[in-house]
């Protein structure tokens, strides 16, 4: 049974549709994806536990955070930033982008969409890290009740920030067609600002205020953060809040960008 | 030159009923499903011919060209290409033969045309007179001055169709392989085009296999034709033959600009639909000369758009198989 | 004998492609300084990770700092060993998709090698940069006296361990002939390697090393050359002789992914037929 939506809706739905199915679209794809979950956090928690070894806590973080952490963000990580960032450059580079800039909003839901659809694609991959984790008692609860409702919000915005930051960096593909090498840079520099790589716990303090002032740790490093207790009480309001501030500055430097985008469409391959 | 006996290529692919949670099932399965493409196909093909290869999509046309051309191996049967196995000599073959397929080229996208040549002269072992000689031929031939040097990436269809023509035969093979070269050409192109294959095989001896779908393609250069589908030849044999045999009627559509359309009649052809603007009429194409039939019309009434149909190869097709089915079925 | 007239061919038609896949590389400028960023930017950011790491913690699994900063700065020297010439490898998939296959299979020159020449070396370039640089700064500082045997071991190894990489990766992609998409697999051997070979990979327990070594031959890239240059090939589970002699594993692993890259050509179905 399906809903009967409006056309432009309709639109849409296919769009979250064609990433969804993305993910399943190779026989083995979806698999693969698993099993290479499974070795990664197989082989962190280990690498994790060996680091630890002779040590108590550092910097605060006990050895079962550590690793729980690293479970829970390698997770979050294959399920939110997959490889292939949004359809935008592709089409660009098709020529097919013509149309859609007659309807600005259209595009950039129809990416968002995408995005969504690839995610919701990915979760299996997530789950069998969380399940390899729990295998190898690897995870540890939230640190309470409000810390576990805390976390959905946190998470949610950090989810948030992730498109809108991957839509940004997309759209910079309307200024130069090749844009693999800002793609990793981004792509990696922030997996590394972000706490996706490391807990920011670890990180030397010299660097500690330039991540205050990017967004990237309000990705991952904020939600599993608050999950674990190390932010508490009323840090875990303001953190909520410095999160939903950059969503909105986010939001302001994609619209920005995009009316910047209409000026310069430069359609390859008429 | 070409002698292919009891041709077949099978494909297996995983065999996953559509319906609900099918992507996550297809991770499950086991079963496959084989595909019979080619089912035993046998032809000869003689030094200097032109033969068009004909069938609806699906019919394994490509297949057995892929075959020919070495990029797939055969399941069973034997090919040779001018005294070479092509999947095997595969070296070997590619020297004697040029290929060009209409949907994708083999040029350097991102390089000027004449790059691409100069690299295929490089790869190929052309030597430098030789190539500027080709090279100057082909520029006339084809008029390629004004984009030489553009990237390919910035030609159009005509364009870059013209350039891997050239990159197909700058190094003179014997065979040349063409994989529907004018689809998506307009008028002009599909001329200039036709006219280039119907030379080179004149002047040059060249063997042509030649794709196609359409028919003026076919009339215009085929001396003989191999019709397949659903993996086996249909027919095989004289154009002409062919014809004769099977097209049985062509219309001729006419406008008339004085709304006199119900009273038109010809002695050429039959009235099959008449508005008082537009007449549709037909005539048999094994009796009657097109020429003679819109001759004939133009010179009695005031037309001010004409437009002569092809004979649906389908339809053609269609009647060959349901010809072939008959005679099974009648055994 | 035939084979001598075709290497040299290859070696002909290397040139001329690699000189052509440079020139359309080229032609997008803007890049080129982001691209070579982004190649350093992606095997970089593990170093730093292990960076940070010994900067809290001073040693893993008993090595110290100097010593498994040099294991993965061989790891990243033999990367590029392996992403310079072969990086493009990994772009099989996209060719059999794009038709571009199909037209390798009617050239008179090596399926593999146009496979490799198909793009250039671009983002490689910041590997090699990252990879030669990371070994320079840590050789020195690792507990090796350096004579001119150990360096001639070092640098064989070195491109030994580029060899088991790229071996790895071609017996992957040469999957692609007859399986849809090989991507998946592609990425977590490439992450695989990426993460986890810098390691002393003792710390993975006895079956987690053996698995490393003769399943998926991980330690032959840079951790066993290194633990006989520094001295603990005799404390594992593997054989003193065997880690003696690791570097040769990348020329024959190669020659066995080559082969298998070569018979799954002819069970090539091509896209569209």
């Known amino acids: 049974m399906s809903l009967a939506l409006p056309t432009p809706y309709r639109r849409i739905r296919g ?9 399943f679209a190779y026989r083995g794809n979806l698999l693969l994806g698993m099993l290479g979950m499974v070795v990664q956090v197989v082989l962190t928690i280990v690498v994790w536990r060996v680091v630890y070894s002779g040590h108590g806590a550092v910097a605060g973080i006990s050895k079962t955070t550590a ?21 935008i450059p592709t089409r660009i580079r098709r020529g097919q982008i013509g149309v859609d800039m007659v309807r600005p909003a259209s595009l950039i839901a129809q990416s968002l969409a995408q995005a969504v659809g690839t995610m919701v694609g990915r979760l299996p991959i997530g789950v069998a890290g969380i399940l390899t984790g729990l295998a190898m008692q690897g995870l540890r609860p939230p640190a309470g009740t409000v810390a576990g409702i805390a976390w959905v919000a946190s998470t949610a915005a950090g989810v948030a920030n992730v498109l809108l930051i991957n839509l940004a960096v997309s759209m910079v593909a309307f200024w130069t067609l090749d844009i693999s090498g800002p793609m990793i840079v981004y792509r990696f520099g922030s997996a590394f600002l972000s706490g996706a790589l490391i807990p920011l716990w670890f990180m030397p303090s010299w660097l500690r205020p330039v991540l205050d002032w990017l967004p990237f740790s309000a990705q991952m490093y904020d939600p599993l953060a608050i999950w674990f ?3 508490h009480g009323t840090g875990i309001a303001s953190t909520l809040a410095i999160q939903v501030g950059w969503l909105v500055m986010l939001w302001l430097l ?16 008429g | 030159m070409i002698v292919v006996r009891d041709l077949v290529k099978e494909f297996s692919r995983p065999d996953v009923r559509p319906g609900r949670l099918q ?6 399965t086991r079963a496959r499903k084989v595909t019979r493409a080619v089912d035993g196909i046998s032809f000869d093909i003689g030094a200097g011919e032109l033969v068009g290869f004909l069938g609806p999509n699906g019919a394994g046309k490509s297949t057995t060209i892929k075959m020919l051309t070495g990029i797939l191996v055969p399941t069973a049967g034997t090919i040779q290409v001018a005294g070479q196995v092509p999947w095997r000599d595969r070296r070997e073959n590619a020297r004697t033969v040029g290929v060009i397929f209409g949907q994708r080229t083999q040029l350097w996208y991102d390089l000027p045309l004449r790059d691409s040549f100069d690299i295929i002269r490089d790869l190929y072992a052309v030597d430098q007179p030789t190539y500027e000689r080709r090279l100057g031929e082909f520029r006339e031939l084809l008029e390629l001055d004004e984009f030489l040097d553009t990237p390919v990436r910035s030609l159009s269809l005509g364009q870059r169709m013209r350039g891997d023509l050239v990159a197909a035969m ?32 004149r002047q040059r001896g060249t063997t ?32 002409a033959a062919l014809k004769s045999a099977y097209v049985t009627h062509r219309d001729v559509v006419i406008q008339l600009a004085d709304g006199t359309g119900t009273s038109v009649d010809s002695p050429y052809a039959r009235v099959v639909e008449a508005t008082a603007e537009q007449v549709t009429l037909r005539f048999d194409p094994r009796e009657m000369s097109a020429p003679a039939v819109i001759h004939d019309l133009t010179s009695r009434y005031a037309i001010t758009d004409l437009s002569l149909l092809e004979p649906d190869l389908e339809d053609v097709i269609t009647r060959l198989y349901t010809a072939s089915r008959d005679q099974v079925a009648s055994r | 004998m035939a084979n001598v007239g075709v290497v040299r061919e290859d070696m002909r038609a290397a040139r001329i492609l690699l000189r052509a896949s440079w020139r359309a590389a080229l032609q997008y400028r803007t890049s080129f300084v982001t691209v070579i960023l982004g190649g350093i930017a992606l095997q970089g950011t593990q170093l730093l990770f292990i960076g940070v790491l010994l900067a809290k913690f001073g040693q893993i699994g008993g090595w110290r700092i100097n010593d498994i900063a040099f294991v993965f700065a061989v790891r990243l020297a033999a990367h590029a060993c392996y992403v310079v010439p072969a990086g493009a490898i990994l772009q099989s998939d996209f060719l059999i998709q794009q038709g571009e296959m199909d037209r390798y299979l009617l050239r008179p020159a090596g399926i593999y090698l146009q496979v490799i020449t198909s793009r250039a070396p671009l983002m490689a370039l910041g590997d090699a940069l990252l990879g030669f640089g990371a070994v320079a700064i840590f050789a020195p500082r690792a507990q090796i006296h350096w004579s001119m045997w150990t360096v001639l071991y070092l640098l064989i190894a070195i491109v ?58 991980m330690a032959f890239i840079a951790y066993l050359p290194v633990t006989v240059l520094v001295g603990r090939a005799h404390d594992s589970v593997i054989p003193f002789w065997l880690a003696a002699i690791s570097p040769l594993a990348g020329p024959i692993l190669f020659i066995l992914a080559f082969a298998v890259f070569n018979r799954m050509i002819r069970r090539y179905s091509s896209p569209g037929s």
């Open chain 2, 208 to 239: 042509i296999i030649l794709t196609t779908h359409d028919m003026d393609d076919v009339e215009q250069l085929c001396q003989r034709v191999v019709i397949i589908d659903h993996g086996r030849i249909l027919y095989e044999g004289d154009l």
């Open chain 3, 160 to 217: 030994g361990g580029g060899l088991v990489e790229t071996a790895i990766q071609t017996f992957i992609c040469a999957f692609s002939f007859v399986l849809t998409s090989t991507s998946s697999m592609q990425i977590l051997a490439d992450d695989t390697v990426t993460r986890f070979s810098g390691y002393p990979l003792t710390i993975f327990g006895r079956w987690g090393l053996l698995t490393l070594t003769f399943g998926f031959p």
């Open chain 2, 23 to 28: 992507g996550t099932r297809s991770l499950f």
């Open chain 1, 254 to 269: 994609v619209a920005v960008i995009w009316r910047r985008a209409t000026y310069r469409v430069v359609v390859l391959g």
């Open chain 1, 15 to 23: 769009f979250f549709r064609a990433g969804h199915r993305s993910v």
């Open chain 1, 67 to 87: 690793v729980a952490y690293a479970i829970l963000a390698a997770s979050f990580q294959t399920i939110v930033m997959p490889w292939q960032f949004s359809s």
């Open chain 2, 170 to 201: 700058l190094y003179e093979p014997r065979i040349v392989y063409l994989d529907e070269p004018t689809v998506g050409l307009d008028v002009v192109a599909k001329a200039r085009i036709r006219e280039f294959v119907a030379e080179t095989n």
């Open chain 1, 229 to 231: 207790g190390t932010i």
